[in-house]
């Protein structure tokens, strides 16, 4: 059974589910199948089912919301990931993980750009090129 293009080989009642709870996304272990459970049921209901909590909120000007929000990965591991609203691809929300030390969205929006401090840019990169 092929799910979006990617095969559910043993797994084919994937692609026949709408719910799934937080032991099936997190025990998942191929990404592309975890990904694609994902998108299936949203990322907002994902980061439902996986008790996602919100550690910071900022409203950048160009940018938007951002949150830094925690995911309990389990092997009691809970990490940091950036929760964005991706405004090239029609407001399709994102989230990417971040250094575990990161605190705060500032913080985390410094290291993805690899600078020390962060600065609210006049533009965001993608509006000047169209």
Not at 10 to 31: C, D, H, R, V, W
Not at 77 to 102: A, Y
């Amino acid at each position: 059974c092929v799910f979006n293009g990617v095969r559910l080989t043993g797994k084919e009642k994937y692609a026949y589910q709408s719910e799934f709870t937080k032991e099936e996304i997190l025990k998942e272990e191929n990404a592309d199948i975890r990904r694609e459970i994902i998108r299936k049921i949203g990322i907002e209901k994902a980061l439902q089912v996986l008790d996602s909590k919100v550690l910071d909120v900022y409203e950048s000007k160009v940018g938007g919301r951002y949150e830094l929000i925690t995911i309990d990965i389990g092997d009691n591991r809970v990490r940091p990931f950036l929760k964005m609203i991706n405004p090239s691809m029609d407001g399709v929300v994102h989230i990417e993980g971040v250094r575990p030390e990161i605190k705060t969205v500032k913080e985390a929006l410094a290291w993805r750009m690899g600078i020390e401090e962060y600065k609210e840019p006049e533009v965001l990169t993608w509006e000047k090129l169209n």
